[in-house]
């Protein structure tokens, strides 16, 4: 924990959870521990603090480099992997990625959300009742074709159309904007690139 961590504003208790739900990351997956072994060796660190007023579980404020965590229950390894993995982005993202909080947050929440339905068994987190069976289906196959292939090629164009498509059917997001700039998820492809997990 020591190795990413910039402030810990947590309390004794606290800090021993998210030492546990850090080890249980790096075990959980070999991109999760590439994501943790790449900060680590690029110097990327992180602050950590609870608030209880935040609008999920956990959130990460690239603003302030900082990992909110709502109540002690929050500290665990399912939170952990999407926010480690937003700062991941806000390293990799030239300017951070705060200067997308509102034009290109689906992208954004997008490929987060893609990344933990690669490393997740049984995928799909991104597109659930909300959407026609036929889109589920086609997202499906087309998380599986990566995890198959063992490389992120995706072209500018897909990737357009399944963050809009987030965009019209995540409940969490709808009428999130898509930035046309944001053509690749670059945080993910380097992550692959880095890692040998394929």
């Known amino acids: 924990m020591e ?15 998210l030492k546990t739900a850090l080890e249980n990351l790096i075990l959980e997956h070999c991109l999760t521990a590439s994501v943790y072994n790449s900060m680590v060796n690029s110097g990327i660190k992180v602050n950590f603090e609870m608030k209880n007023d935040i609008s999920g579980a956990a959130g990460y404020n690239p603003s302030n480099k900082t990992m909110y965590f709502s ?9 952990l992997k999407e926010e480690i993995f ?32 690669i ?12 959407a026609p069976i036929e889109i589920r289906n086609q997202y499906i196959d087309w998380v599986e074709s990566i995890k198959v292939n063992g490389n992120i090629t995706i072209s500018s164009s ?6 809009n498509r987030f965009s019209q059917y995540n409940q969490g997001y709808l009428g999130a904007i898509v930035n046309s700039n944001l053509t690749s998820p670059e945080a993910l492809i380097n992550i692959f690139d880095f890692s040998n997990c394929f």
């Open 71 to 79: 109540d002690n229950s929050a500290i665990c390894v399912g939170n």
């Open 3 to 17: 190795k990413i961590q910039n402030q810990n504003n947590l309390d004794s208790t606290q800090t021993e959870l």
């Open 86 to 117: 937003h700062a991941w982005q806000d390293a990799n993202y030239a300017g951070g990625i705060a200067q997308y909080s509102v034009n290109g947050k689906a992208n954004i929440e997008f490929e987060a959300k893609l990344f933990i339905d």
């Open 158 to 163: 897909d990737y357009l159309i399944w963050a």
């Open 119 to 130: 490393i997740n068994i049984y995928c799909c987190s991104n597109f659930s009742e909300s």
